[in-house]
T-cell receptor, first 111, second 117 residues
Framework: AQKITQTQPGMFVQEKEAVTLDCTYDTSDQSYGLFWYKQPSSGEMIFLIYQGSYDEQNATEGRYSLNFQKARKSANLVISASQLGDSAMYFCAMNTDKLIFGTGTRLQVFP | GAVVSQHPSRVICKSGTSVKIECRSLDFQATTMFWYRQFPKQSLMLMATSNEGSKATYEQGVEKDKFLINHASLTLSTLTVTSAHPEDSSFYIC?????????????FGEGSWLTVV
């Protein structure tokens, strides 16, 4: 069975600091992809970053980087230099033939 | 700009009526679309996979007769909530994958807030 686990219901970080959001996954497939999405209160799903299971290098997109540890089946999101606008729900997701989501982490950035 | 458009963004309907939500891919032909449901402060739960020209594949526990999915063209999938009840009030959101690219290009619609009164 495929499963995504996010163990942090909520996280606080001070503006300009870095924060790591945890994500672990479970799958028996050899080929899969890992995603992170940001969901503000408006509900839209904003794609942040993608990591393929065969990618050897960790993905980076601007202030977002994905710490991919395949042996540990973890795909943590690192946000550097947090901004107030980063406050939102963050979802980790995995695909094989369909895209499934973790329970999410609510990030709050304070001044 | 948005490559997957969802309509309506908000809808209120009376209990017992049906409501249709549309999901359109604007810049590509989507052979597969996905429908999710999200309750407040919860995660996105996959309801079904919509396949163009064939029946949708529903996830376990999702009532096929209540949530009708039609994928009649390569750019349009519809979700119809039949005989809606207040417990069906939720946020519904679709996504589509551009088959011409890899899995890193999954696009989401803007979502639809359904309130059944």
């Amino acid at each position: 069975a495929q499963k995504i686990t996010q163990t942090q219901p909520g996280m606080f970080v001070q503006e300009k600091e870095a924060v790591t959001l945890d994500c672990t996954y479970d799958t028996s497939d050899q080929s899969y992809g890992l995603f992170w999405y940001k969901q503000p209160s408006s509900g839209e799903m904003i794609f942040l970053i993608y990591q393929g299971s065969y990618d050897e290098q960790n993905a980076t997109e601007g202030r977002y980087s994905l710490n991919f540890q395949k042996a540990r089946k973890s795909a943590n999101l690192v946000i550097s230099a947090s901004q107030l606008g980063d406050s939102a729900m963050y979802f980790c997701a995995m695909n094989t033939d369909k895209l499934i989501f973790g329970t999410g982490t609510r990030l709050q950035v304070f001044p | 700009g948005a490559v997957v458009s969802q309509h309506p963004s908000r809808v209120i309907c009376k209990s017992g009526t049906s409501v249709k939500i549309e999901c359109r891919s604007l810049d590509f032909q989507a052979t597969t679309m996905f429908w999710y449901r999200q309750f407040p402060k919860q995660s996105l739960m996959l309801m079904a996979t919509s396949n163009e020209g064939s029946k949708a594949t529903y996830e376990q526990g999702v009532e096929k007769d209540k949530f009708l999915i039609n994928h009649a063209s390569l750019t349009l999938s519809t979700l119809t909530v039949t005989s809606a009840h207040p417990e069906d009030s939720s946020f519904y959101i679709c996504s589509a994958r551009d088959p011409g690219t890899g899995w890193d290009t999954i696009y989401f619609g803007e979502g639809s807030w359904l309130t059944v009164v």
